[in-house]
């Protein structure tokens, strides 16, 4: 029986030998043959494009991570003071439900990396599409496939945005006022920006994926790999990926701080009905893990108001909101944080990386 992944990449071809072939590299027959010295230039879009890929799929994926993980310390907190069956060693598992609308070349990428990094089930993931009939592959794995966008937004914990801009007025009026209160909505649609979409869909927890590029950097190179996954298996394409670690370097594409931020702030909400120092404590303990000689204090993590507030509400968190910090254009003192301590930046690369490392990696029977 052919793996979960195996099943997942079987739209890709297979290789095979190249001895037989009497055209393989026959310059006549590449796509560049025919490109002037002028054209070639732009053939770089092409490395950059794939570039935008990675990252994207990169950030959704760590995004999961962390808020599955959030999820499970919160379910293990409430298994605490229970009486265990010694005939039941399992720990709880309550993880979040995402669900993608659109499933394009990124929306399966996505699906992809989710499965195979992200601890992730088949029956943990809700995909709408406008021709579900074209994912076979991925219903056989277990995966929910429909054409039906209200039912991702009133069932989804995450929902993704993976679809065309010219979809948005479609979608927009088939998910506006159900999305559930406390989900996260989170945009991959570089053309559309979070103001429109915050006034169109009525709702706050939203954030958008803001992917940064200069000029200066046209000549950078960015292997294309076969497909997403083996590229994100790279160490060297996950420290690119990783905000904190990539700074001041000549990269194609630039890792945004904001969508981390938007992570954090979300997982803070998750969290708002436990006591201040214990949210405090988890929150370093998934990002930057045990670190000797540093911690991070509220007023890393919140703004001078958010901090005033904390104080005012004796104790209780106040609630944050996503849209504010992802379109934010003044630095937070969290942002301030990830881009210029150098302890920080480490540990949480070393974090970061570790979601895309097989070996921290624990796969579960379904």
Known sequence: MMSLYSRLTSQHLPNYSNANDVTHDLASLNFEHGLNEYEMRYKKLQARHHAMTIMSVAHATYMVSVLNRVRQMIAEKKQQGKVKSMYNKTQPRDPIKVGIIGCGRLGKQIVSSL???SDVRPSELIISTR?????????????????????????CDLILLCFSPASLVTVVEEIQGHIRGNSLVFSFLAAVCLGRLKAMLKYEQIAKMDLNWSPKSFDA?????????????????????????????????????????VIIYHMMNMLSHLPPDQILSLVNDILIGKVEGFEMSWEYLLTTEQFKQLKRAKGQLPHMRVDEVSSSTQGTPLRTMMEQNDIFQHHFADQFCSVFSRLYHKPTDE
């Open 115 to 117: 499965l195979y990094f």
């Open 131 to 155: 021709q579900p009939e074209k994912l076979d592959n991925l219903q056989q794995a277990g995966i929910t496939c429909v054409y039906n966008n209200r039912m991702v937004a009133q069932n």
């Open 221 to 261: 190179l960015w292997t294309i790999g076969n497909d997403v996954i083996s590229a994100l298996l790279d160490p060297v394409t996950i420290q690119l990926c990783c905000p904190t670690s990539s700074r001041g370097g000549k990269q194609v594409i630039e890792a945004p701080t904001t969508s981390i931020e």
